[in-house]
């Protein structure tokens, strides 16, 4: 079992920046995709950006490109969002994903296994 735990989110002007953090225990893998989503009120859950735990290169989503950042520090199993120019529609809850296929690179939320909790990131003035 993988539990998975975010923290850092939020109230934020719009144009602000935060950095969300996702810190992974149990029996994690190495081989793992690491992704991020978000939910906002009324809306399906999106697909905001995946890094696989052994490689170097986030992918993300057309609406954050650009904007938001996903790193990671394999000594301490957290990958990081950095979220920069937010603005009103960056509003949702935000979750933490493992995906254990790591050659999958998927972008929807049934193709990952584990999921945490969710953190709120709200965008207001």
């Known amino acids: 079992q993988v539990q998975l735990v975010e923290s850092g989110g939020g109230l934020v002007q719009p144009g602000g920046s935060l950095r969300l953090s996702c810190a992974a225990s149990?029996?994690?893998?190495?081989?793992?995709?690491m992704g991020w989503f978000r939910q906002a009120p009324g809306k399906e859950r999106e697909f905001v950006g995946a890094?696989?735990?052994?490689?170097?290169?986030?992918f993300y989503a057309d609406s954050v490109k650009g904007r938001f950042t996903i790193s990671k520090d394999n000594a301490k199993r957290t990958v990081y969002l950095q979220m920069n120019s937010l603005n009103y529609e960056d509003t949702a809850v935000y979750y933490c994903a493992a995906d254990k296929d790591p050659y999958r690179r998927s972008r929807l939320a049934n193709a990952y296994d584990y999921w945490g909790q969710g953190t709120q990131v709200t965008v207001s003035s």
């Open positions: 149990g029996r994690t893998s190495a081989t793992y995709n």
């Open positions: 890094i696989p735990w052994s490689g170097v290169i986030a």
